[in-house]
């Protein structure tokens, strides 16, 4: 937590899956052009990682392992030496940049991602933590796709990159195909990148804690939804249905079609056990998500004060 304490070390991460490209390129941009990021906060030592360079060449979103499940605090702390790559490669970010817990190096990292959903620019927070709050509450006033996904998470048990410094944002941009870029994306994820930096630079100056609160919608995650399935390794027997394919963050309520089956039939979505009615989803037809067996992510809106 940035708790009334300056935010000295940022990080900036891109390429932590290798084919979510946007990250990658502004990073690689922003190496070659330190004036790029550099004058946007100049109280704080801003850093430049690629993530998972073998990844990256392989334009693939991991070569052995999810680099971004492999950050809890027993896969970093095991005892033997790890064999596949990303295993090893997170104990070295680790190293460089943490070690994770209270007496890492990091303050705030900034992880870049893609997803293939219409996630427009959305901002993952998996703690409450006062900067992130703040900062992230500015963009979305700023910025029109700006959503705020807020993911609660101990911070140990979590397997996020992020989770090596004191803060951290996730940023999802989408829709993109994994493998890609898209020019209209790259450069609104180049602003709000910079625009997280100049807010940390407000913040050192002790003027983003004055200003007023803002109104925000707040999607807090509830679950994910798997595609229906016979049984867990059997293929699966429906697809993300037409009628709900883009629309993450809108309502669904109880009733509404979430499914066709390959013979075209309609499954509707039943309600929560906790007898909720509606729900917000989130990360629909995510691609990487299929080896996940994860249709979806649903969640729950709320309007508050930031
Ligand atoms: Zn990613």
Known sequence: MLIMSLIKNIVVAG????????????????????????????????????????????????????????????CLDAQSEPQEYEFRRARELNRIYG??????????????????????????????????????AVLAQEFKDVRIYYQPEERSVSPYFGTVAKADVCIEIGPQQHGTLDARLFEETESLVRRYLELAEEWNRGELQKR??????????????????????????????????GRDFCELKKGDKVFRSFDGKDILYEGEADGRTSVWPIFINEPAYYEKDIAMSLTVRTEEMW
Request: charged share 25%; hydrophobic share 35%.
């Open 212 to 245: 007023a609160p803002i109104q925000v919608e707040v999607f807090t995650q509830l679950r994910d939804l798997g595609y229906p399935k016979a049984w867990a390794l059997s293929p699966i027997e429906a697809m993300i249905h037409p009628d709900l394919l």
């Open 15 to 74: 390429g932590t899956h290798g084919n979510e490209r946007t990250g990658v390129r502004l990073v690689e941009k922003w190496m070659d052009c330190p004036e790029c990021y550099s004058p946007c906060c100049p109280s704080a030592k801003v850093e430049l990682v690629l993530s998972n360079p073998e990844a990256i060449r392989l334009n693939r979103r991991y070569r052995d392992h999810d680099l971004n499940r492999a950050f809890s605090q027993v």
């Open 99 to 136: 070690p994770k817990g209270t007496g890492t190096k990091t303050d705030l990292l900034l992880d870049v991602h893609n997803t293939g959903a219409n996630m427009g620019l959305c901002l993952i927070l998996s703690a409450r933590d006062p900067f992130t709050m703040k900062a992230s």
